[in-house]
Every structure is written in C-alpha cells, then in structure tokens.
Nanobody, 124 residues
Framework: QVQLVESGGGLVEAGGSLRLSCVAS????????MGWFRQAPEKEREFVAA????????YDADSVKGRFTISRDNAKNTVYLQMNSLKPEDTAVYYC?????????????????WGQGTQVTVSS
C-alpha cells in the first residue's frame, strides 16, 4: 500500500512558477513509476508527466514540454513537478500517482495509487 500526499499548489499569475511535491509513504517508493496528472473543471483527467523508478527516463505531455519538469528523490520518497511559464490553461487540480510499470506511461489505468490532489490556479 502506498499513500500519496501532494502539496505546493496555489494561485499564481501567468508567466509565474510553482513547484509541486508529492510525498509517498511506504518503503517501496523507489520501485514505482511516478506520474503527474491534472483535471480542470468539467474535463477529463489528463496526463502531464511521468518518471521511471530510478529517475532516468521521463515522459512529458506535449502541452507542457519545455515548461514543466518532473524529478524525484527516492531518499525522500518524493516526486516533484517544477512548473514554469504557467498559463491560465494550466489551471487544474494536480494529482500524483504511482504505478508498477518499469517505464513511465501516460495511461491512467497503469497507476494503482493516487493522491488527493492540489489546486493550481493561474490568473491572466
């Protein structure tokens, strides 16, 4: 069992930056692929970024390439999402998720554990 707790969300102006964190409980964090997803009001949850269990492989959605960076610190059981050049369309609840696939994936069904989410609001 893995429990995930996100933090770092908030209100920021367009062009600004935020760094989200997701802390995982359990001793097997380093064996999970980790992902970030987001869900805007009345929209489906969508993939943002994912990272392999050792951190050597990352995978970003086209909409965030060059602006968002996913990373992890297995010693701290934490995965991060650095978000730069934020746009109003990035406004959403951001969720982290843990999955057992070896390589990062955008498929929600491949992630077994989910956090409760943290709100990110970008004003224009």
């Amino acid at each position: 069992q893995v429990q995930l707790v996100e933090s770092g969300g908030g209100l920021v102006e367009a062009g600004g930056s935020l760094r989200l964190s997701c802390v995982a409980s359990g001793r097997t964090f380093s064996s999970y692929t980790m992902g970030w997803f987001r869900q805007a009001p009345e929209k489906e949850r969508e993939f943002v970024a994912a990272i392999s269990w050792r951190g050597g492989i990352t995978y970003d959605a086209d909409s965030v390439k060059g602006r968002f960076t996913i990373s992890r610190d297995n010693a701290k059981n934490t995965v991060y999402l650095q978000m730069n050049s934020l746009k109003p369309e990035d406004t959403a609840v951001y969720y982290c998720a843990a999955g057992s696939r070896m390589y990062p994936t955008r498929e929600k069904s491949e992630y077994k554990y989910w956090g409760q989410g943290t709100q990110v609001t970008v004003s224009s």
